[in-house]
């Protein structure tokens, strides 16, 4: 059984930077397709990076353009860097796995997630 556990989240001012870590038990990890995805009070789970299994592919929202980086190192983490970080990032993180694709970003996709993790911007 997959597992997968965010860590990182907290509070930050408006502009500042934290990094949040996904870490992988119970599953060949470097074989999954990875994702970020977030979800703020009264919304829908929203897309924010993924990365490929090879870790050459990357996706990312429109909003977090320029600003996020998604990465792995295929032990068994996959990293999320958040930098310039504003009010409306606010949300739970949620890290997802899946083993049927090489890259995916849609929520169906995913068969395996976290528990998530609250990221808290203040203006």
């Known amino acids: 059984q997959v597992q997968l556990v965010e860590s990182g989240g907290g509070l930050v001012q408006a502009g500042g930077s934290l990094r949040l870590s996904c870490a992988a038990s119970g599953g060949i990890f470097k074989n999954y397709a990875m994702a970020w995805f977030r979800q703020a009070p009264g919304k829908e789970r929203e897309f924010v990076a993924a990365?490929?299994?090879?870790?050459?592919?990357t996706y990312y929202a429109d909003s977090v353009k320029g600003r996020f980086v998604i990465s792995r190192d295929n032990a068994k983490t996959a990293d999320l860097e958040m930098n310039v970080l504003k009010p409306e990032d606010s949300a739970v993180y949620y890290c997802?796995?899946?083993?049927?694709?090489?890259?995916?970003?849609?929520?169906?996709?995913?068969?395996?997630w976290g528990q998530g993790t609250q990221v808290a911007v203040s203006s």
């Open positions: 997802a796995a899946d083993p049927r694709r090489s890259i995916a970003k849609d929520v169906d996709e995913f068969v395996f």
């Open positions: 990365i490929s299994w090879s870790g050459l592919s």
